[in-house]
């Protein structure tokens, strides 16, 4: 498709399981961002690739988090020993990255990560 | 200091009625401003986007901006039910590529 693609859709996992949660960003958007969202609650950053500059990880929570980007396209975000806390939906999006004035973002549909 | 922040809400607006939606912002240098809308269980959605000065008109949306007072708003003319959403404020960070969301508002148009 032409979206923004993540998956899996929904993730159930135990306490202490290690979850991976995969983006298809559209294609020739050379930026990825990775944004979390708890229930009823706003858009938390955790981290952006652009180009082969390297990631701002300045919103990931803790060391437990990781994402990496290949080849500059599909990108993948890595929640080790998973706690309750992190029970929330995970979106993807993508820009075209152009300019550093302008940029929308398209959205995934999200990856809802629930750990029991 | 929150670098996004907005009025959680309800806001509840009768059908017909001009909505306004606030939005304060942290930092100085930002010239890139965004309001998205986010329906229950949604992706955002980009409604609008302003860089300068001023009030930018959309249909029944008018985006406004104030760097001075680091404030944008975004109006709703003649709200309708299928506008009853999440309305979330994004700043796009000076000299990054890095977009911040505030809490969002969460508005009802009442029929």
């Known amino acids: 498709g032409a979206g923004v693609s993540q998956s899996p859709s929904n993730k159930v996992t135990e306490k202490g399981k290690d979850v991976e949660l995969r983006c298809d960003p559209i294609?020739?958007?050379?930026?990825l961002y990775w944004y979390r969202q708890s229930l009823g609650q706003g858009l938390e950053f955790l981290i952006y690739?652009?180009?082969?500059?390297?990631?701002?990880k300045s919103g990931l929570p803790s060391d437990r988090f990781s994402a990496e980007r290949t080849g500059g396209s599909v990108s993948t975000l890595t929640i080790q020993r998973t706690q309750q806390e992190d029970s929330a939906v995970y979106l993807c999006?993508?820009?075209?990255?152009?300019?550093?004035?302008?940029?929308?973002?398209?959205f995934g549909e999200g990856s809802r990560l629930t750990v029991l | 200091q929150k670098e996004v922040e907005q009025n959680s809400g309800p806001l509840s607006v009768p059908e017909g009625a001009i909505a306004s939606l606030n939005c304060t912002y942290s930092d100085r240098g930002s010239q890139s401003f965004f309001w998205y809308r986010q329906y229950s269980g949604k992706s955002p959605e980009l409604i609008m986007f302003?860089?300068?000065?001023g009030d930018k008109e959309d249909g029944r949306f008018t985006a406004q901006l104030n760097k001075a007072s680091q404030y944008v708003s975004l109006l709703i003319r003649d709200s309708q039910p299928s506008d009853s959403a999440t309305y979330l404020c994004?700043?796009?960070?000076?000299?990054?590529?890095?977009?911040?969301f505030g809490t969002g508002t969460r508005l009802k148009v009442l029929a």
């Open positions: 294609s020739g958007h050379t930026a």
């Open positions: 999006a993508s820009s075209a990255g152009l300019a550093l004035v302008s940029g929308e973002l398209f």
């Open positions: 302003i860089y300068s000065n």
């Open positions: 690739f652009q180009g082969n500059s390297a990631p701002d």
């Open positions: 994004a700043v796009k960070i000076s000299g990054t590529y890095k977009y911040i």
